[in-house]
């Protein structure tokens, strides 16, 4: 068997083509950089030709730029709605038996500060939700001709694998800098904020329990239990034995997107699937690899 994985050089991308080496599956990575195979997912004739290459059993569309900002709005549209749109058409036109995995997100729900599932309504409040919205929209569309398409909402999950520009990220990495002697100081926004701290490698097994199913297709993806900052600050700084408050200057006038995100992972929780790594250890975990 084998996966076509478009996203593959991300954080999901990794653990995900990890988790499929695992099951015996030839894996085809698609970045555009530094991959198996190197290309946009906005270039159709370019996705149609390796999908007509390799006939996987599966398609995993994890391609974005996770940010909000609006000036990634075009080239968010261009990765991850034209892309959606490339992949279901090209499925459609010459591999009709590929199962497609398309990414959604918490983000694109409306939040009223309760439990999020997949039945509840969307919101289109910035420009990343807008195109999540539209790539559901599509593939709910290809699902009704017959092209085996699920949808996954993540909820937040980290892992090692993240950048510094995300805040776990970047506070291990503080705390591990501090742990070896650094006096430094960061500044953060809102440590009240609160959302969930789930282990990418736990995420991607929701991957694989979704799109074994044949009746559910769509599904929130997280573990329904959220954190603040504060609390993931305090975390990874009792690791090394040292007080974040000491480290950590909060940023005034700072205007969160919202103050919790936190899902209702009940369909994913009935298929089977829990996580299994608790915020302590991922914080250990983003300290010490």
Not at 74 to 103: D, M, R, Y
Not at 256 to 273: H, N, Q
């Amino acid at each position: 068997m084998s996966a076509i994985i478009f996203g593959a050089n991300g954080q999901d991308g990794y653990y995900l083509s990890n988790l499929l080496k695992e099951k015996g599956m030839d894996i085809i990575g698609v970045s555009r950089k530094n991959s198996d195979e190197t290309f946009d997912v906005a270039e159709y004739l370019s996705v149609k030709e390796i999908i007509n290459k390799y006939h996987p059993e599966y398609i995993f569309h994890l391609a974005a730029n996770s940010t909000t900002r609006h000036d990634a709005f075009f080239e968010n549209h261009a990765t991850i709605c034209n892309g959606t749109n490339n992949i279901l058409e090209a499925v459609k036109s010459v591999s009709p038996h590929s199962k497609v995995f398309i990414s959604g997100s918490g983000l694109q729900f409306q939040n009223n500060e309760m439990p999020i599932n997949e039945t509840d309504a969307f919101e289109a409040r910035d420009a990343y939700s807008v195109c999540r919205i539209q790539s559901v929209y599509a593939a709910r569309y290809y699902r009704s001709l017959g092209i085996k398409t699920y949808v996954g909402y993540f909820f937040n999950h980290d892992s090692p694998a993240r950048t510094d520009r995300h805040i776990s990220k970047f506070i291990a990495n503080t705390a591990r800098r501090v742990s070896k002697g650094e006096n430094i100081q960061i500044e953060i926004g809102d440590v009240s904020v609160q959302k969930e701290w789930t282990f990418a490698g736990d995420m991607v097994n929701a991957i694989w329990t979704l799109v074994e199913q044949d009746v559910v297709s769509e599904a929130v993806l997280g573990s329904g239990k959220s954190y603040s900052i504060e609390q993931y600050l305090s975390e990874c700084f009792s690791l090394i034995g040292k007080n974040w408050q000491e480290y950590v200057t909060i940023k005034q006038g700072f205007h969160p997107e919202y103050k919790i995100l936190v899902s209702d992972p009940a369909t994913i929780f009935s298929l089977g699937w829990r996580p299994k790594i608790s915020i302590s250890q991922l914080a250990q975990m983003m300290i010490t690899q």
